[in-house]
């Protein structure tokens, strides 16, 4: 399997504009997770879907951040307004359960910098 | 409020010695636990899971497991410099479905 595939991989925007982050779970999997790390907070949960719907976005820092999940092979988060605040490695992952046992993997991650 | 905390490091090992990481979570009911490296500007990568209360071996690493004392460690054996890494811990709980990520140990295994 090819792994959870993100893109862009690097993304430099304006301050103002709209940024779309891609994912593409592995297959099989479902569960996908939008992370966003930085090295002052870490590795923050934003967002999870389970079968596409989405459970819990309670990380989601405001309303200029928004995800979705028309189906199992695709996810995206958008930021709209970006804010140079924003800038971050954003990393989605999936999951899926075994024999009650659930094991999440990361895809490569997109780096976003926010002039 | 579910936690997980990690000292932050850095620990340093010389190369051949091992390395001990710890990781403390604030909840009882948790399920599953799961250590990740993270190299520099890379995305983690599961090393160990680890399930149930003791020891789980594989390769050079071994996850100890105490859920009576919400504690949860990676021994690393034959530390190489090639281990110098981020270390994460996460832990998923019973309830709900989201992982939490303790804040990672960084390792520096000096040759």
């Known amino acids: 399997d090819a792994g959870v595939i993100q893109s862009p991989r690097h993304e430099v925007t304006e301050m103002g504009q709209e940024v779309t982050l891609r994912c593409k779970p592995i297959s099989g999997h479902n569960s996908l997770f939008w992370y966003r790390q930085t090295m002052m907070r870490g590795l923050e949960l934003l967002i999870y879907?389970?079968?596409?719907?989405?459970?819990?976005d309670s990380g989601m820092p405001e309303d200029r951040f928004s995800a979705k999940m028309p189906n199992a092979s695709f996810s995206t988060l958008k930021i709209q307004p970006s804010e140079p605040r924003d800038s971050a490695v954003y990393f989605c992952?999936?999951?899926?359960?075994?024999?009650?046992?659930?094991?999440?993997?990361f895809g490569p991650g997109t780096r976003l910098l926010v002039l | 409020q579910k936690e997980v905390e990690q000292n932050s490091g850095p620990l340093s090992v010389p190369e051949g010695a091992i390395a001990s990481l710890n990781c403390t979570y604030s909840d009882r009911g948790s399920q599953s636990f799961f250590w990740y490296r993270q190299y520099s500007g890379k995305s983690p990568e599961l090393i160990m899971s680890?399930?149930?209360?003791g020891d789980k071996e594989d390769g050079r690493f071994t996850a100890q497991l105490n859920k009576a004392s919400q504690y949860v460690s990676l021994l690393i054996r034959d530390s190489q410099p090639s281990d110098s890494a981020t270390y994460l811990c996460?832990?998923?709980?019973?309830?709900?479905?989201?992982?939490?990520f303790g804040p990672g140990t960084r390792l520096s295994v000096l040759p």
């Open positions: 879907f389970n079968n596409n719907v989405p459970i819990d």
């Open positions: 992952a999936s999951s899926f359960r075994d024999r009650g046992q659930e094991t999440q993997y």
């Open positions: 996460a832990v998923k709980w019973n309830y709900g479905q989201n992982f939490v």
């Open positions: 680890i399930y149930s209360n």
